[in-house]
């Protein structure tokens, strides 16, 4: 009984590809979160969506799209593949009309460019 | 704007010994306050969390942290180490009372020995 799952689990691609990472929610929340987790195990936030509206958009570069079709999905899309983006990405969901903003996270999506 | 400093990056225990990682952050409002592990391989899992009221806030499997107001710390504790506690812990801060981005520290691998 999965809460938040992503799809693929791990992805490995050639530079200059275009890529989609999906994630859905089924703990009702109504704000998700893309996370990305470098080689050294930083974690940074990407973006975040309220209800399918952008909230969060920190600085990262314009090959990376986020979806949201509905509030349990989020997905992301990458354009023209760098090294660079090699990292583990993950989403994340929580409940903005709740007294606590607890982030639960999906199992994360290995993204390899070759 | 928020910040996490972890000091230990790397902590290697034997088994049974005792457990303090350390957690400080900047941030000029009040906060909500998370530590998470992420096991080999596996994704984040939240281990306990701060909102309010006693600062002494008790986890999963054995783990503790206390919030120190004036320190601005949240140190993770736990009096006896097991084997299974090998991972990288994370320590988390957002802005209270909105679905804000949740800003990590740089993460500590324990690592426990046998």
């Known amino acids: 009984d999965t809460a938040v799952s992503q799809t693929p689990k791990y992805l490995v691609t050639q530079m200059g590809n275009d890529k989609s990472i999906k994630c859905e929610q089924n703990?009702?929340?109504?704000?998700m979160y893309w996370y990305k987790q470098d080689s050294k195990k930083f974690l940074k936030i990407m973006f975040s969506?309220?209800?399918?509206?952008?909230?969060i958009n920190e600085t990262v570069p314009n090959r990376f799209s986020p979806k949201s079709p509905d509030k349990a999905h989020l997905n992301l899309h990458i354009n023209s593949l760098e090294l660079g983006d090699s990292a583990v990405y993950f989403c994340?969901?929580?409940?903005?009309?709740?007294?606590?903003?607890?982030?639960?996270f999906g199992p994360g999506t290995r993204l390899t460019v070759l | 704007a928020q910040s996490v400093s972890q000091h230990n990056h790397h902590v290697i225990l034997s088994e049974a010994a005792s457990l303090e990682l350390g957690c400080n952050y900047s941030?000029?409002?009040?906060?909500?306050l998370f530590w998470y592990v992420q096991y080999p391989g596996q994704h984040l899992q939240l281990l306990l969390k701060?909102?309010?009221?006693?600062?002494l806030v008790k986890g999963i499997k054995g783990f503790e942290a206390e919030f120190i107001k004036s320190k601005f710390s949240f140190n993770l504790r736990k009096p006896s180490v097991q084997w299974s506690d090998t991972a990288e812990y994370f320590c988390?801060?957002?802005?209270?009372?909105?679905?804000?981005?949740?800003?990590f520290g740089t993460g500590t691998r324990l690592q426990v020995t046998l």
């Open positions: 994340a969901s929580s409940l903005l009309s709740g007294v606590y903003n607890e982030q639960f």
């Open positions: 703990l009702g929340h109504d704000t």
């Open positions: 969506y309220n209800n399918k509206e952008l909230i």
């Open positions: 941030y000029g409002g009040t906060v909500n």
């Open positions: 701060y909102f309010s009221g006693d600062p």
């Open positions: 988390a801060v957002n802005a209270a009372g909105t679905a804000s981005k949740l800003t």
